[in-house]
C-alpha cells in the first residue's frame, strides 16, 4: 500500500530565505510522485512531478525537489522564498498503474515573513 | 487556455435541499474526479468516471451521486446535504489513470450549509 508522510504541518520562513517542505513516501514499487501547491480559495496547482527520468525535478515558480530512494523521500526545495509562495503544499504519490487513486499527505502549510 | 471550470464559485443550500454542482473541462481528457476538501485536510476522493464508467469510493455516502452526460461535463449531486457535508469541492481531470499522468484541479465551489 501507498502512503505520504508530510512531516511539517507548518513552516514558516523569512522572505528572501531557503524553503525546505519534507516528503516522505512508502511504496512496494516505483511510484510516481507529485507537489502540488493550494492558494486560499483556490484549487491545486502541480508544482512538479516524479516519473524516474530524472532524480532531480524542477518545477514552476522556481521550486524542485529530489527523489532518494535509500531515503524513501521526496523533499520540496526553493533557494529564495516569496511572499506569493504562501500556500498549503500537498505532497502525493502513485502507484505506476493500475485504477488507483492519488495518496495525499496531509499537507505543509508555508507561511512566508516580510 | 485549455482548464477546468467548475460553476458556482460558492455555493449556499438549506440542509436538506438537493444541490448540484458543476465542472468543465476544455482539455479533453478521458478521466474527471470529484474530491471532497475539509478545512485544513487534504482532499478526499469521492468518486471518478473513466469516460462513462463510474467509480465509486468505498466510503463515499449514497447521499453523493454523479452524472457525465459527455466528456466535457461532470456533476455532484448531493440529495440531501447535511451540516456536515459543508466543504471545498474540486474537479479534477486526467488524460488516463494511473501512471504518471498528473490531474489538473478546478478553483472548487464552496458549498455551505444553513
Known amino acids: 500500500a501507498q502512503s505520504v508522510t508530510q512531516l511539517d504541518s507548518h513552516v514558516s520562513v523569512s522572505e528572501g530565505t531557503p524553503v525546505l517542505l519534507r516528503c516522505n513516501y512508502s511504496?512496494?514499487?516505483?511510484?510516481?510522485l507529485f507537489w502540488y501547491v493550494q492558494h486560499p480559495n483556490k484549487g491545486l496547482q502541480l508544482l512538479l512531478k516524479?516519473?524516474?527520468?530524472?532524480?532531480l525535478v524542477k518545477g514552476i515558480n522556481g521550486f524542485e525537489a529530489e527523489f532518494k530512494k535509500s531515503e524513501t523521500s521526496f523533499h520540496l526545495t526553493k533557494p529564495s522564498a516569496h511572499m506569493s509562495d504562501a500556500a498549503e503544499y500537498f505532497c502525493?504519490?502513485?502507484?505506476?498503474?493500475?485504477?488507483?487513486?492519488?495518496?495525499f499527505g496531509k499537507g505543509t502549510r508555508l507561511s512566508v515573513i516580510a | 487556455d485549455a482548464m477546468v471550470i467548475q460553476n458556482p464559485r460558492y455555493q449556499v443550500t438549506q440542509f436538506g435541499k438537493p444541490v448540484t454542482l458543476s465542472c468543465s473541462q476544455t482539455?479533453?481528457?478521458?478521466?474527471m474526479y470529484w474530491y471532497q476538501q475539509k478545512s485544513s485536510q487534504a482532499p478526499k476522493l469521492l468518486f471518478h468516471?473513466?469516460?462513462?464508467?463510474?467509480?465509486n469510493e468505498a466510503d463515499t455516502p449514497d447521499n453523493f451521486q454523479s452524472r457525465r452526460p459527455n466528456t466535457s461535463f461532470c456533476f455532484l449531486d448531493i440529495r440531501s446535504p447535511g451540516l456536515g457535508d459543508a466543504a471545498m469541492y474540486l474537479c479534477?481531470?486526467?488524460?488516463?489513470?494511473?501512471?504518471?499522468?498528473?490531474?489538473?484541479f478546478g478553483d472548487g465551489t464552496r458549498l455551505s450549509i444553513l
Open positions: 511504496s512496494s514499487y516505483s511510484p510516481s
Open positions: 479534477a481531470t486526467s488524460r488516463t489513470l494511473g501512471g504518471n499522468q498528473p490531474q489538473h
Open positions: 468516471y473513466y469516460d462513462k464508467d463510474f467509480n
Open positions: 502525493v504519490v502513485r502507484p505506476p498503474s493500475g485504477n488507483t487513486p492519488l495518496v
Open positions: 482539455l479533453n481528457h478521458n478521466v
Open positions: 516524479y516519473t524516474s527520468a530524472a532524480t
